[in-house]
Each structure stands twice: as structure tokens, then as C-alpha cells.
């Protein structure tokens, strides 16, 4: 059974950090792409960050670049994302997911298997 399960959200401050974690069970980790996305009240989700397990690669959505970054413990099957510099409108439970592609892949449609998500609440 495909398990992710997302951890580390909760309230900070503007200008602050957090790590979200990602565990995933299942599948083999090493081949799978695992994306980070996240979902206002009211907005579509939208997607931050893929880490592309079979070619090693991390891409971006130009939302987040500089202010997030994306990684990977194999070992451990988790991916992380460090947060830096939190803004009000960051607020959002965050999610990740997983597909068994490589590449780059930001939309949601492009994922079979989602976690439950967390919440970030970022206040100003």
C-alpha cells in the first residue's frame, strides 16, 4: 500500500523557517518523482517543487525559488522542504505526492499518490 504522510507544519512567523518532512512507504522511492504542492482556501492547488528520484534533479516553481528548497534522504524515503523567509500569503496546507515518471512535473494531474497534508499558517 502507497503511503505518504507529511509532517512539520504549524504557525510561525513572517520571515521564519520551517521544515516540512515527507515519509513515503510502498513504492521504490529511488525511482519516483515526488512533488511538494500546496492549497489555499479558495485557490487551486499549486505546485512548488518536484524532486525527480531516477535522474537526480530538483525542479522549481519560479514562485519559490530562493525562499524554498527540496531534498531528498533516500535512505530514510523522505523528502524535505526547508521553507525560509515565510510570508502571510505562504498560508496554505501543504502536500506532497508521488508519480513513477521522472522529470519535471508541477501539476497535480501529473501525480498518482497524494498525502494527507499539513497545515502552514504564516502570520504577519
Known amino acids: 500500500e502507497v503511503q505518504l504522510v507529511e509532517s512539520g507544519g504549524g504557525l510561525a512567523q513572517a520571515g521564519g523557517s520551517l521544515r516540512l518532512s515527507c515519509t513515503a512507504s510502498?513504492?521504490?522511492?529511488?525511482?519516483?518523482?515526488i512533488g511538494w504542492f500546496r492549497q489555499a482556501p479558495g485557490k487551486e492547488r499549486e505546485g512548488l517543487i518536484c524532486i525527480s528520484g531516477s535522474d537526480g534533479n530538483t525542479y522549481y516553481a519560479d514562485s519559490v525559488k530562493g525562499r524554498f528548497t527540496g531534498y531528498s534522504d533516500n535512505y530514510k524515503n523522505t523528502v524535505y522542504l526547508q521553507m525560509n523567509n515565510l510570508k502571510p500569503e505562504d498560508t496554505a496546507v501543504y502536500y506532497c505526492a508521488a508519480d513513477h515518471r521522472p522529470g519535471e512535473r508541477l501539476f497535480a494531474y501529473e501525480y498518482d499518490y497524494w498525502g494527507q497534508g499539513t497545515q502552514v499558517t504564516v502570520s504577519s
Open positions: 510502498g513504492f521504490p522511492f529511488d525511482d519516483y518523482a
